[in-house]
Protein backbone atom coordinates (compact mmCIF):
# COMPACT_ATOMS: atom_id res chain seq x y z
CA UNK A 1 0.00 0.00 0.00
CA UNK A 2 1.27 3.79 -0.14
CA UNK A 3 1.12 3.55 3.38
CA UNK A 4 4.23 0.93 3.48
CA UNK A 5 5.74 2.68 0.48
CA UNK A 6 5.93 6.17 2.90
CA UNK A 7 6.99 4.22 6.04
CA UNK A 8 9.86 2.45 4.15
CA UNK A 9 10.77 5.60 2.19
CA UNK A 10 11.14 7.61 5.26
CA UNK A 11 12.66 4.85 7.42
CA UNK A 12 15.41 4.37 4.53
CA UNK A 13 16.02 8.21 4.18
CA UNK A 14 16.34 7.90 8.10
CA UNK A 15 19.13 5.67 8.34
CA UNK A 16 20.97 7.59 5.40
CA UNK A 17 20.78 10.70 6.93
CA UNK A 18 21.38 8.82 10.45
CA UNK A 19 24.61 7.36 8.93
CA UNK A 20 25.95 10.95 8.05
CA UNK A 21 24.69 12.41 11.24
CA UNK A 22 26.26 9.58 13.41
CA UNK A 23 30.10 11.03 12.26
CA UNK A 24 29.25 13.75 13.98
CA UNK A 25 27.85 11.73 16.87
CA UNK A 26 30.91 9.88 17.22
CA UNK A 27 33.29 11.67 19.57
CA UNK A 28 30.81 11.66 22.06
CA UNK A 29 30.79 7.44 22.03
CA UNK A 30 32.91 6.39 24.58
CA UNK A 31 34.20 2.82 24.42
CA UNK A 32 34.23 0.71 28.22
CA UNK A 33 38.08 0.94 27.47
CA UNK A 34 38.03 4.72 27.30
CA UNK A 35 35.94 4.83 30.57
CA UNK A 36 37.84 2.63 32.26
CA UNK A 37 41.53 4.79 31.22
CA UNK A 38 39.25 8.06 32.13
CA UNK A 39 38.35 6.43 35.76
CA UNK A 40 42.64 5.21 35.81
CA UNK A 41 43.16 9.53 35.38
CA UNK A 42 40.22 10.53 37.82
CA UNK A 43 41.88 8.13 40.52
CA UNK A 44 45.14 9.64 40.04
CA UNK A 45 43.49 13.23 40.17
CA UNK A 46 41.94 12.22 43.44
CA UNK A 47 45.14 11.21 44.89
CA UNK A 48 46.97 13.99 44.22
CA UNK A 49 43.80 15.66 45.68
CA UNK A 50 44.19 14.38 48.71
CA UNK A 51 48.41 14.86 48.96
CA UNK A 52 49.60 17.55 51.63
CA UNK A 53 51.94 18.69 49.27
CA UNK A 54 50.12 18.00 46.04
CA UNK A 55 46.52 19.32 46.48
CA UNK A 56 46.98 23.07 45.97
CA UNK A 57 47.73 22.10 42.13
CA UNK A 58 44.72 19.94 42.30
CA UNK A 59 42.25 20.40 39.47
CA UNK A 60 39.93 17.81 41.39
CA UNK A 61 40.05 19.16 44.70
CA UNK A 62 39.44 16.27 47.22
CA UNK A 63 38.01 18.72 50.27
CA UNK A 64 38.05 17.90 53.73
CA UNK A 65 34.33 18.56 54.98
CA UNK A 66 35.17 17.90 58.81
CA UNK A 67 32.29 15.20 58.89
CA UNK A 68 33.25 12.25 60.49
CA UNK A 69 30.26 10.57 61.19
CA UNK A 70 27.40 9.11 59.13
CA UNK A 71 24.27 9.29 61.30
CA UNK A 72 23.57 6.90 64.41
CA UNK A 73 20.35 7.25 64.81
CA UNK A 74 20.41 9.43 68.44
CA UNK A 75 20.57 13.00 66.32
CA UNK A 76 17.58 15.07 67.60
CA UNK A 77 16.32 18.45 67.60
CA UNK A 78 14.85 21.54 65.71
CA UNK A 79 17.14 22.99 63.09
CA UNK A 80 16.82 25.97 60.08
CA UNK A 81 18.36 24.92 56.87
CA UNK A 82 19.48 27.29 54.20
CA UNK A 83 20.00 25.75 49.92
CA UNK A 84 21.90 28.07 47.84
CA UNK A 85 23.31 26.54 44.73
CA UNK A 86 20.71 23.65 42.98
CA UNK A 87 17.70 24.71 41.27
CA UNK A 88 16.14 27.26 43.70
CA UNK A 89 17.29 29.10 46.94
CA UNK A 90 15.19 27.79 50.15
CA UNK A 91 14.41 28.14 53.75
CA UNK A 92 13.85 25.26 55.33
CA UNK A 93 12.17 24.25 59.04
CA UNK A 94 13.34 21.14 60.09
CA UNK A 95 12.87 19.18 63.00
CA UNK A 96 15.28 15.60 63.73
CA UNK A 97 13.40 13.04 65.66
CA UNK A 98 15.26 10.59 68.07
CA UNK A 99 12.87 7.86 68.85
CA UNK A 100 11.11 7.74 64.91
CA UNK A 101 14.75 7.66 63.26
CA UNK A 102 12.73 10.07 61.38
CA UNK A 103 13.62 13.61 59.88
CA UNK A 104 10.60 16.11 59.71
CA UNK A 105 10.39 18.78 57.20
CA UNK A 106 7.96 21.19 59.34
CA UNK A 107 7.76 24.23 56.55
CA UNK A 108 10.11 25.54 53.69
CA UNK A 109 9.97 28.82 51.33
CA UNK A 110 11.46 29.08 48.21
CA UNK A 111 13.17 32.48 47.34
CA UNK A 112 14.22 33.01 43.66
CA UNK A 113 17.48 34.44 42.97
CA UNK A 114 17.37 37.18 40.31
CA UNK A 115 19.88 36.85 37.63
CA UNK A 116 21.05 40.51 38.79
CA UNK A 117 22.04 39.04 42.54
CA UNK A 118 23.51 36.20 40.53
CA UNK A 119 26.14 38.14 39.59
CA UNK A 120 25.90 41.02 41.34
CA UNK A 121 28.10 41.97 44.89
CA UNK A 122 28.65 39.43 47.51
CA UNK A 123 26.53 41.62 50.21
CA UNK A 124 23.80 41.85 47.99
CA UNK A 125 23.12 38.37 47.68
CA UNK A 126 24.02 37.50 51.10
CA UNK A 127 21.33 40.59 52.32
CA UNK A 128 19.31 38.95 50.09
CA UNK A 129 19.23 35.72 51.86
CA UNK A 130 19.05 37.20 55.29
CA UNK A 131 16.08 39.14 53.78
CA UNK A 132 14.68 35.69 52.57
CA UNK A 133 15.68 33.88 55.88
CA UNK A 134 13.88 37.09 57.91
CA UNK A 135 10.37 36.94 55.96
CA UNK A 136 10.49 32.56 57.11
CA UNK A 137 11.45 32.96 60.52
CA UNK A 138 8.19 35.85 60.45
CA UNK A 139 5.75 33.67 58.97
CA UNK A 140 6.38 30.79 61.36
CA UNK A 141 6.91 32.76 64.52
CA UNK A 142 10.54 31.89 64.86
CA UNK A 143 12.12 35.40 65.56
CA UNK A 144 12.63 35.07 69.17
CA UNK A 145 14.49 31.96 69.15
CA UNK A 146 18.50 31.41 68.05
CA UNK A 147 18.22 27.52 66.18
CA UNK A 148 21.26 25.88 64.61
CA UNK A 149 21.64 26.18 60.69
CA UNK A 150 23.09 23.91 58.09
CA UNK A 151 23.52 25.58 55.39
CA UNK A 152 24.07 24.12 51.96
CA UNK A 153 26.29 25.85 50.08
CA UNK A 154 26.82 23.84 46.71
CA UNK A 155 29.83 24.80 45.58
CA UNK A 156 33.56 23.93 45.99
CA UNK A 157 34.70 25.63 49.14
CA UNK A 158 38.30 24.88 51.32
CA UNK A 159 36.76 24.07 54.89
CA UNK A 160 38.27 25.05 57.64
CA UNK A 161 36.41 23.94 60.17
CA UNK A 162 32.72 23.20 60.03
CA UNK A 163 31.73 26.41 60.85
CA UNK A 164 34.13 28.03 58.55
CA UNK A 165 33.96 27.65 55.27
CA UNK A 166 36.10 29.64 52.19
CA UNK A 167 34.71 29.93 48.87
CA UNK A 168 37.11 28.87 46.39
CA UNK A 169 35.51 29.63 43.01
CA UNK A 170 31.74 30.08 41.98
CA UNK A 171 30.69 27.51 39.70
CA UNK A 172 27.19 27.01 37.70
CA UNK A 173 25.60 30.41 37.27
CA UNK A 174 26.84 32.12 40.12
CA UNK A 175 29.61 35.05 39.93
CA UNK A 176 29.18 37.52 43.07
CA UNK A 177 31.57 39.84 43.65
CA UNK A 178 33.97 39.85 46.95
CA UNK A 179 32.63 36.58 48.17
CA UNK A 180 35.82 33.82 46.45
CA UNK A 181 38.19 33.67 48.88
CA UNK A 182 36.15 34.76 51.92
CA UNK A 183 34.08 32.80 54.60
CA UNK A 184 30.99 32.34 53.77
CA UNK A 185 29.61 32.03 57.35
CA UNK A 186 30.97 35.03 58.33
CA UNK A 187 29.76 36.75 55.30
CA UNK A 188 26.21 35.11 56.32
CA UNK A 189 26.23 36.06 59.88
CA UNK A 190 27.29 39.03 59.18
CA UNK A 191 24.44 40.47 56.61
CA UNK A 192 22.25 39.19 59.60
CA UNK A 193 23.62 41.33 62.20
CA UNK A 194 23.37 44.43 59.59
CA UNK A 195 19.41 43.61 59.63
CA UNK A 196 20.04 42.98 64.14
CA UNK A 197 16.18 41.64 64.06
CA UNK A 198 17.30 38.03 64.60
CA UNK A 199 19.86 35.72 65.00
CA UNK A 200 21.17 32.30 64.64
CA UNK A 201 22.42 29.44 66.49
CA UNK A 202 25.62 27.25 65.57
CA UNK A 203 26.44 26.88 61.88
CA UNK A 204 27.25 24.10 59.87
CA UNK A 205 28.19 24.47 56.61
CA UNK A 206 27.56 21.49 53.85
CA UNK A 207 28.20 20.99 50.81
CA UNK A 208 24.39 19.70 48.72
CA UNK A 209 26.75 16.04 48.43
CA UNK A 210 27.16 15.81 51.80
CA UNK A 211 23.62 16.77 52.75
CA UNK A 212 22.32 13.79 50.24
CA UNK A 213 24.70 10.98 51.68
CA UNK A 214 23.65 12.16 55.40
CA UNK A 215 20.08 12.24 54.56
CA UNK A 216 20.28 8.90 53.23
CA UNK A 217 22.34 7.62 55.79
CA UNK A 218 19.76 8.10 58.48
CA UNK A 219 18.00 5.33 56.72
CA UNK A 220 20.16 3.28 55.55
CA UNK A 221 24.16 3.24 57.47
CA UNK A 222 25.92 1.76 54.90
CA UNK A 223 25.26 4.96 52.59
CA UNK A 224 28.86 6.51 52.45
CA UNK A 225 29.11 8.25 49.36
CA UNK A 226 26.58 11.23 47.98
CA UNK A 227 26.17 11.87 44.12
CA UNK A 228 24.54 14.95 42.68
CA UNK A 229 23.54 15.11 39.01
CA UNK A 230 21.52 18.09 38.66
CA UNK A 231 22.73 22.23 37.66
CA UNK A 232 26.38 20.92 38.20
CA UNK A 233 27.28 17.68 38.81
CA UNK A 234 29.89 16.73 42.02
CA UNK A 235 30.40 13.28 44.46
CA UNK A 236 31.63 12.82 48.25
CA UNK A 237 32.49 9.28 49.79
CA UNK A 238 34.37 8.56 53.34
CA UNK A 239 37.62 8.60 53.37
CA UNK A 240 40.07 6.78 55.43
CA UNK A 241 41.73 9.62 58.12
CA UNK A 242 45.41 8.52 57.29
CA UNK A 243 44.81 9.10 53.69
CA UNK A 244 43.87 12.70 54.52
CA UNK A 245 46.80 13.92 54.66
CA UNK A 246 45.61 17.90 55.20
CA UNK A 247 44.03 17.21 58.52
CA UNK A 248 45.70 15.86 61.35
CA UNK A 249 44.91 12.55 63.02
CA UNK A 250 45.19 9.13 61.66
CA UNK A 251 41.90 7.25 62.91
CA UNK A 252 38.58 6.99 61.87
CA UNK A 253 37.36 8.61 58.45
CA UNK A 254 36.42 11.46 56.95
CA UNK A 255 33.86 12.79 54.42
CA UNK A 256 35.39 14.11 51.26
CA UNK A 257 33.89 16.43 48.86
CA UNK A 258 35.41 15.68 45.97
CA UNK A 259 34.96 18.30 43.36
CA UNK A 260 35.16 15.99 40.45
CA UNK A 261 33.36 18.90 38.47
CA UNK A 262 37.07 20.20 38.40
CA UNK A 263 38.42 16.91 36.39
CA UNK A 264 39.86 17.76 33.17
CA UNK A 265 40.86 21.93 34.20
CA UNK A 266 44.56 20.77 34.06
CA UNK A 267 43.48 19.74 30.43
CA UNK A 268 43.59 16.50 30.95
CA UNK A 269 40.19 15.69 29.27
CA UNK A 270 40.94 17.33 25.82
CA UNK A 271 41.14 13.82 24.03
CA UNK A 272 37.33 13.23 24.76
CA UNK A 273 36.34 17.35 24.71
CA UNK A 274 34.18 17.92 21.42
CA UNK A 275 34.43 20.96 19.42
CA UNK A 276 30.62 21.13 21.24
CA UNK A 277 32.33 21.40 24.71
CA UNK A 278 35.12 23.81 23.98
CA UNK A 279 33.01 26.14 23.09
CA UNK A 280 30.10 25.55 25.94
CA UNK A 281 33.16 25.96 27.82
CA UNK A 282 34.57 29.10 26.14
CA UNK A 283 31.26 30.95 26.20
CA UNK A 284 30.34 30.18 29.89
CA UNK A 285 31.22 32.57 33.12
CA UNK A 286 34.07 30.74 33.80
CA UNK A 287 35.87 29.24 31.01
CA UNK A 288 38.38 26.98 31.90
CA UNK A 289 36.50 26.28 35.10
CA UNK A 290 34.75 22.58 35.69
CA UNK A 291 35.90 20.59 32.40
CA UNK A 292 34.36 17.30 33.47
CA UNK A 293 31.01 19.20 34.91
CA UNK A 294 30.73 21.04 31.22
CA UNK A 295 30.19 17.73 29.83
CA UNK A 296 27.40 16.12 32.08
CA UNK A 297 25.53 18.57 34.12
CA UNK A 298 21.82 19.94 33.39
CA UNK A 299 23.38 23.63 33.34
CA UNK A 300 24.99 22.31 30.08
CA UNK A 301 23.44 19.46 28.53
CA UNK A 302 21.01 21.18 26.51
CA UNK A 303 23.52 23.79 25.26
CA UNK A 304 25.34 21.25 23.95
CA UNK A 305 22.40 19.57 22.11
CA UNK A 306 21.73 23.30 20.47
CA UNK A 307 25.38 23.57 19.51
CA UNK A 308 25.25 20.17 17.43
CA UNK A 309 21.39 20.39 16.05
CA UNK A 310 23.09 24.14 15.11
CA UNK A 311 25.91 22.54 12.90
CA UNK A 312 23.80 19.35 11.56
CA UNK A 313 20.81 22.77 10.12
CA UNK A 314 24.03 24.37 9.01
CA UNK A 315 25.29 20.95 7.28
CA UNK A 316 22.35 20.55 5.82
CA UNK A 317 20.79 17.20 8.03
CA UNK A 318 18.41 18.43 9.61
CA UNK A 319 15.24 20.47 8.70
CA UNK A 320 16.25 21.15 5.02
CA UNK A 321 18.89 23.40 6.24
CA UNK A 322 16.66 26.17 7.35
CA UNK A 323 16.96 26.90 10.87
CA UNK A 324 15.31 29.54 13.51
CA UNK A 325 16.00 32.58 15.68
CA UNK A 326 14.89 30.37 18.60
CA UNK A 327 17.63 27.71 17.58
CA UNK A 328 20.81 30.03 17.36
CA UNK A 329 19.90 31.55 20.63
CA UNK A 330 21.99 30.42 23.21
CA UNK A 331 20.68 28.64 26.39
CA UNK A 332 17.28 27.83 24.54
CA UNK A 333 17.11 24.33 23.86
CA UNK A 334 16.43 23.62 27.42
CA UNK A 335 18.18 20.32 29.60
CA UNK A 336 14.64 19.36 30.12
CA UNK A 337 13.51 18.95 26.46
CA UNK A 338 16.08 16.29 26.13
CA UNK A 339 14.34 14.20 29.14
CA UNK A 340 10.82 15.43 27.50
CA UNK A 341 12.61 14.19 23.91
CA UNK A 342 13.45 10.61 24.94
CA UNK A 343 10.35 9.65 26.87
CA UNK A 344 9.41 6.30 25.75
CA UNK A 345 6.05 6.68 24.64
CA UNK A 346 5.06 10.44 24.62
CA UNK A 347 8.58 10.85 23.30
CA UNK A 348 8.65 11.79 19.27
CA UNK A 349 5.64 13.76 20.02
CA UNK A 350 7.05 15.69 22.54
CA UNK A 351 10.39 16.02 19.91
CA UNK A 352 7.81 17.44 17.43
CA UNK A 353 6.07 20.25 20.14
CA UNK A 354 9.41 21.59 20.99
CA UNK A 355 10.98 21.75 17.28
CA UNK A 356 7.55 23.93 16.82
CA UNK A 357 7.88 26.05 19.71
CA UNK A 358 11.49 26.51 18.73
CA UNK A 359 10.35 27.81 15.52
CA UNK A 360 11.54 24.83 13.41
CA UNK A 361 9.76 22.96 10.43
CA UNK A 362 10.49 19.47 11.28
CA UNK A 363 9.60 16.42 8.99
CA UNK A 364 9.81 12.47 11.32
CA UNK A 365 12.87 11.96 9.88
CA UNK A 366 13.97 15.49 11.61
CA UNK A 367 12.01 14.24 15.17
CA UNK A 368 14.04 10.83 15.40
CA UNK A 369 17.27 12.28 14.17
CA UNK A 370 16.72 15.17 17.26
CA UNK A 371 16.58 11.97 19.25
CA UNK A 372 19.33 10.40 18.07
CA UNK A 373 21.46 13.85 19.04
CA UNK A 374 19.53 13.97 23.05
CA UNK A 375 20.27 10.40 23.10
CA UNK A 376 23.75 10.28 22.50
CA UNK A 377 24.65 13.32 24.83
CA UNK A 378 22.59 12.28 27.49
CA UNK A 379 24.64 8.44 27.50
CA UNK A 380 27.71 10.11 27.45
CA UNK A 381 26.68 12.02 30.55
CA UNK A 382 25.59 9.41 32.11
CA UNK A 383 28.76 7.05 31.16
CA UNK A 384 31.04 9.88 32.43
CA UNK A 385 29.29 9.52 35.80
CA UNK A 386 29.41 6.04 35.73
CA UNK A 387 33.15 6.53 35.37
CA UNK A 388 34.17 8.60 38.27
CA UNK A 389 31.42 6.91 40.46
CA UNK A 390 33.56 3.98 39.74
CA UNK A 391 36.61 5.33 40.87
CA UNK A 392 35.00 5.94 44.01
CA UNK A 393 33.55 2.72 44.83
CA UNK A 394 36.82 0.25 43.77
CA UNK A 395 38.63 2.94 45.90
CA UNK A 396 36.54 2.75 48.99
CA UNK A 397 37.56 -1.40 48.60
CA UNK A 398 40.71 -0.75 48.02
CA UNK A 399 41.25 1.24 50.99
CA UNK A 400 39.43 -1.68 53.22
CA UNK A 401 41.34 -4.28 51.60
CA UNK A 402 38.09 -5.81 50.57
CA UNK A 403 37.33 -8.48 47.37
CA UNK A 404 33.86 -7.62 47.37
CA UNK A 405 32.53 -4.07 48.84
CA UNK A 406 28.82 -3.57 49.18
CA UNK A 407 27.98 0.00 49.46
CA UNK A 408 25.09 2.25 49.09
CA UNK A 409 24.85 5.78 46.76
CA UNK A 410 22.95 8.49 48.31
CA UNK A 411 21.88 10.39 45.01
CA UNK A 412 19.96 13.37 43.80
CA UNK A 413 19.71 16.13 41.20
CA UNK A 414 17.20 17.22 38.23
CA UNK A 415 19.34 15.32 35.91
CA UNK A 416 19.28 11.72 37.69
CA UNK A 417 15.91 12.05 39.27
CA UNK A 418 13.77 13.53 35.86
CA UNK A 419 15.53 11.80 32.94
CA UNK A 420 13.48 8.76 31.92
CA UNK A 421 16.77 6.42 31.51
CA UNK A 422 19.69 8.27 32.76
CA UNK A 423 19.85 6.17 36.23
CA UNK A 424 19.65 3.07 34.41
CA UNK A 425 22.79 3.83 32.00
CA UNK A 426 24.51 5.10 34.81
CA UNK A 427 24.05 2.10 37.04
CA UNK A 428 24.73 -0.62 33.84
CA UNK A 429 28.07 1.03 33.25
CA UNK A 430 29.19 1.01 37.25
CA UNK A 431 28.49 -2.24 37.19
CA UNK A 432 30.58 -3.06 34.60
CA UNK A 433 33.82 -0.49 35.41
CA UNK A 434 33.59 -1.98 39.37
CA UNK A 435 32.65 -5.42 38.66
CA UNK A 436 33.91 -6.51 42.62
CA UNK A 437 31.33 -3.99 43.99
CA UNK A 438 27.37 -4.34 44.55
CA UNK A 439 25.75 -0.34 44.73
CA UNK A 440 22.76 -0.03 45.82
CA UNK A 441 21.36 3.82 44.61
CA UNK A 442 19.17 5.55 46.90
CA UNK A 443 17.45 8.58 45.81
CA UNK A 444 17.63 11.44 48.46
CA UNK A 445 14.85 12.71 50.22
CA UNK A 446 15.59 16.14 50.23
CA UNK A 447 19.11 16.40 51.04
CA UNK A 448 20.10 20.01 50.62
CA UNK A 449 17.41 20.11 53.05
CA UNK A 450 16.92 18.04 55.73
CA UNK A 451 20.41 16.64 55.37
CA UNK A 452 21.91 19.72 56.14
CA UNK A 453 20.26 19.77 59.03
CA UNK A 454 21.52 16.28 59.69
CA UNK A 455 24.90 16.84 59.03
CA UNK A 456 24.02 20.30 62.13
CA UNK A 457 22.58 17.59 64.20
CA UNK A 458 25.88 14.78 64.42
CA UNK A 459 28.02 17.72 64.50
CA UNK A 460 25.94 18.96 67.35
CA UNK A 461 26.26 15.41 68.67
CA UNK A 462 29.88 15.26 68.48
CA UNK A 463 30.77 18.54 69.95
CA UNK A 464 28.45 16.84 73.07
CA UNK A 465 30.54 13.74 73.13
CA UNK A 466 33.90 15.76 73.13
CA UNK A 467 32.63 18.38 75.82
CA UNK A 468 30.84 15.05 78.08
CA UNK A 469 34.64 13.73 77.23
CA UNK A 470 36.51 16.61 77.87
CA UNK A 471 34.96 16.69 81.33
CA UNK A 472 35.13 13.37 82.34
CA UNK A 473 39.00 13.28 81.91
CA UNK A 474 38.84 17.25 83.88
CA UNK A 475 37.02 15.21 86.41
CA UNK A 476 39.10 11.95 86.58
CA UNK A 477 41.96 14.48 86.80
CA UNK A 478 41.24 15.93 89.49
CA UNK A 479 40.32 13.01 91.01
CA UNK A 480 44.26 11.91 90.40
CA UNK A 481 45.48 15.24 91.99
CA UNK A 482 43.17 14.91 94.96
CA UNK A 483 44.71 11.75 95.77
C1 LIG B 1 29.76 22.51 42.78
C2 LIG B 1 29.66 21.44 43.84
C3 LIG B 1 28.24 20.91 43.92
C4 LIG B 1 27.77 20.49 42.55
C5 LIG B 1 26.35 19.97 42.56
C6 LIG B 1 29.19 22.02 41.47
O1 LIG B 1 29.18 23.07 40.53
O2 LIG B 1 31.10 22.90 42.60
O3 LIG B 1 30.07 21.94 45.09
O4 LIG B 1 28.21 19.83 44.80
O5 LIG B 1 27.85 21.57 41.65
O6 LIG B 1 25.44 20.93 42.99
Known amino acids: TTQ ?17 VKKYLKPFLLSQEKLQEISARLKKNMIQGLGKHTHHKAPVKMLPT ?7 GTEKGDF ?16 VMEEEQKVLKMDSQICAIPQDIMRGTGEQLFDHIAACLADFLDSQNLKGQTLPLGFTFSFPCEQIEIDKSILIHWTKGFSCSEVEGKDVV ?33 KDQSCEIGMIIGTGTNACYMEEMKNVKRVEGEDGRMCINTEWGGFGDDGSLEDIQTQFDVVVDKTSINPGIHIFEKMISGM ?22 KTSEALLTPGRFETRFISEIEEQDRGLKNCQNILTELGLKWDSVDVRLVRLVCD ?9 CAAALATIVNRIRENRGLDYLKTTVGVDGTVYRKHPNFSDKLQAMVHRLAPNCSITFLVSEDGSGKGAAMVTAVAQR ?22
Do not use: W
Request: aromatic share 8%; with cysteine; proline share 1%.
Open 186 to 218: KLLRDAIHRRADYDIGSVAMVNDTVGTMMSCGY
Open 462 to 483: QALSHLLEDSDSDRKEDEEEDK
Open 300 to 321: YLGEIVRLLLVKLTEDKLLFKG
Open 4 to 20: TIARSYIIFVYLSLSLQ
Open 376 to 384: TVSIRSAHL
Open 80 to 95: LALDLGGTNFRVLYVR
Open 66 to 72: FVRATPD
